[in-house]
């Protein structure tokens, strides 16, 4: 027998003495159970990795139950800061002393597992608790879920609830709609909407023990407008009743948005109709805005204001987010003087313009050829110290570049690299590096890239064609045969327009060799990238594609 071994029974022979008892009937009370306790914690800590031979012996088999088991576990978890040894205690009590853990034990490592990562022992303790016929307590259950969820490990999470949901019986011990409404709104998060769909209508809908409220029906009406499914979302918003829930005004104002955001504005209008007739519910100020939002973006600026004219009428005040579509809406039609006479208006009743509301104008006055007016605005905004942001940036310097004035977007630029709290992206970069290009200035337009690259914004299709022609028309092949050769590595498939003009200069140069294989190169990159897109892909890939304004 070990050495450690034999000092732990001397010690166990030490607090029986201490105990005053020579048996333990029943060690879940008193000073024995303390004195136990203490002893496989002690033990625990200081032999974590011979825990197997520790409690192999019949004397733990007889005096180790699972309240003691559970107040161990307690103490290892929370006291020393050690789920994985406490996970450990556990699974070796259960497997060489077939002791089964109380409930407590078990909502205690769950929880604390998946909060601290280890997902794959909380699975082992799942199991364990599944075979037991054991259910978590309510609270626990949602931070198991939650957590499990946040981590990305959607189907353990899936399968916990659902397990639990099939073991309640008992009158009021049932699953809160808020956790499965969680889990459903960080699947469409994570642009896992056919996911989420799925479980929603194949397992929450049809099961008899969870209960759906309207706040369910929300969140996944919500995710199918984002990706453009609003017909889907309609079949839902339908069938709302069949589950004894009602259409509240989260769930018009998220299908009206989401009937603007793909043009069905009049179908929009239709709904706000609709909704004007339900008692107890009437549009608010977001529902307006999203119809006003919908009419900007088809260029019906009458019907717009129409709208807007109408909300006041029933009391209801557009507020900054409207004023700024509709700024934003004329802009975008050429009709400046409308959109500094709905500036002049919204800041009649108090509103403060805002970065929304200059990258509106600037963008404005870009289009209609005023750009010496988008600058003067974009040096009022810095006054008033607002900050500009990606969009901002990406109009002005757009505008500036195709005046050719590419001094003054190359210093934008310089502003734009000390912005630590903005991505940029490579639409943003473009204009200029195709400006210096087509000036011969190549060496800028290669600094320029070289900080695209360190401000963490990948070179896109655009990016390398820009710079392969650029290099090209110069004649300065192998450096143009060298981006090319970065394009297809980072796996970017070129367009025919690249491909030709650049075997196309390669011939001229002498250079048929490398002319052969850059067309080998990138016929194998084309057949690629076309069977790729043949592949059906889900609209929830489309969710968050970032638009300007």
């Known amino acids: ?28 009370h008193g000073p024995q159970s303390v004195w136990f306790t203490k002893i496989v914690c002690l033990l625990c800590f200081h032999h974590s990795q011979n825990l197997d031979l520790l409690f192999s012996s019949d004397y733990f088999r007889q005096h180790l139950d699972p309240h003691i088991a559970f107040t161990v576990i307690h103490h290892i978890n929370n006291n020393l800061n050690n789920p994985g040894l406490a996970f450990r205690f556990f699974q070796c009590t259960r497997i060489s002393l077939n002791l089964v853990h109380c409930i407590g034990s078990f909502n205690l490592l769950l929880r604390s597992l998946c909060q601290m990562g280890f997902h794959d022992n909380a699975a082992l303790v799942f199991k364990y608790m599944k075979a037991d016929g054991f259910v978590l307590e309510n609270s626990i259950l949602e931070s198991v879920v939650l957590g499990l969820a946040n981590a990305g490990k959607f189907e353990f999470a899936k399968e916990i609830l659902m397990h639990q949901a099939e073991l309640v019986r008992e009158e009021g011990s049932v699953v809160r709609p808020f956790v499965y409404n969680s889990l459903l709104s960080l699947l469409m998060k994570r642009r896992r909407v056919d996911e989420a769909v799925d479980f929603f209508k194949d397992y929450v809908l049809r099961s008899e023990r969870l209960f759906p409220d309207t706040c369910s029906f929300n969140t996944v009406i919500r995710g199918l407008c984002r990706v453009g499914g609003v017909d889907k979302a309609f079949e839902f918003f339908n069938d709302m009743g069949s589950f004894g829930c009602f259409p509240d005004i989260v769930t018009y104002n998220t299908l009206i948005n989401g009937l603007c955001a793909v043009g069905q504005v009049d179908r929009a209008q239709g709904l706000l109709r609709n909704l004007e007739l339900q008692d107890g519910l009437s549009p608010d100020v977001v529902t307006y805005t999203s119809v006003i939002s919908g009419y900007c973006k088809l260029g019906r600026m009458d019907e717009a204001i129409n709208m807007m004219d109408e909300m006041i009428t029933y009391g209801i005040n557009p507020n900054l987010v409207t004023f700024n579509i509709l700024i934003n809406g004329f802009g975008k039609t050429g009709d400046m003087f409308s959109a500094i006479k709905m500036y002049g208006r919204m800041c009649a009743v108090g509103y403060h313009p805002d970065v929304v509301t200059f990258t509106s104008l600037i963008d404005g006055y870009c289009r209609t050829g005023e750009l010496d007016q988008g600058v003067k605005l974009w040096d009022e905004m810095n ?52 400006g210096f290009c087509k000036a011969g200035n190549l060496n800028e337009a290669n600094v320029i890239a070289a900080e695209m690259e360190s401000k963490g914004c990948c070179h896109d299709k655009i990016t390398f064609t820009i710079l392969i022609l650029g290099h090209c028309m110069k004649g300065r092949m192998f450096e143009a045969t060298a981006i090319f050769d970065k394009m297809l590595s ?18 001229k140069a002498g250079m048929a060799k490398e002319a052969y294989k850059v067309r080998l190169a990138s016929s194998k990159d084309l057949k690629t990238d076309l069977s790729s897109s043949k592949q059906s892909v889900p609209f929830k890939t489309c969710l968050d594609i970032p638009v300007a304004v």
């Not at 500036?400 to 210093?411: I, P, T, W």
């Open 1 to 28: 027998m070990p050495l450690w071994v034999q000092r732990a029974s001397n010690i166990f022979f030490i607090a029986r003495l201490h105990a005053q008892s020579s048996y333990y009937p029943s060690i879940s």
């Open 490 to 507: 980072l796996g970017c498939v070129p367009d025919d327009i690249t491909v030709s003009c650049l075997t196309s200069c390669l011939l």
């Open 383 to 434: 006054s008033r110290h607002l900050s500009p942001n990606l969009y901002t940036f990406s109009v002005l310097i757009n505008a500036l570049s195709k005046e050719n004035r590419l001094n003054e977007a190359r210093e934008l630029l310089r502003q734009l690299k000390l912005r630590d709290d903005i991505v940029p992206q490579p639409f943003v970069y473009n204009p200029v590096l195709d």
